[in-house]
Nanobody, 114 residues
Framework: QVQLVESGGGLVQAGGSLRLSCAASNVIFRINTMAWFRQDPGKQRELVAS???????NYADSVKGRFTISRDNAENTVYLQMNSLKPEDAGVYYC????????WGRGTQVTVSS
């Protein structure tokens, strides 16, 4: 059974940075298009960034130029580097495949103070 585990969230001031990590058992990230999603209370999860097996990336307009998704194949870990954080970036961040194939993990909370 696949279990996704997100980490790295926290409280940061606006303009600060965080690096989120996603690890999993029983899934090989490098052969999947992996993605990070964000969910605000009462709202649906929205796609933030994705990374194909070939290395192509895609970002939500709101995070372009500030966030970077990457993958460490040896560690089977996916990262989301978040720079120049804004209060509107706050939420619970989840990783999954772009098609949301696997059960959702618990996510990691990001809070940005203004």
């Amino acid at each position: 059974q696949v279990q996704l585990v997100e980490s790295g969230g926290g409280l940061v001031q606006a303009g600060g940075s965080l690096r989120l990590s996603c690890a999993a058992s029983n899934v090989i990230f490098r052969i999947n298009t992996m993605a990070w999603f964000r969910q605000d209370p009462g709202k649906q999860r929205e796609l933030v960034a994705s990374l194909t097996p070939a290395g192509s990336t895609n970002y939500a307009d709101s995070v372009k130029g500030r966030f970077t998704i990457s993958r460490d194949n040896a560690e089977n870990t996916v990262y989301l580097q978040m720079n120049s954080l804004k209060p509107e970036d706050a939420g619970v961040y989840y990783c999954n495949t772009l098609l949301m194939r696997f059960p959702w993990g618990r996510g990691t909370q990001v809070t940005v103070s203004s």
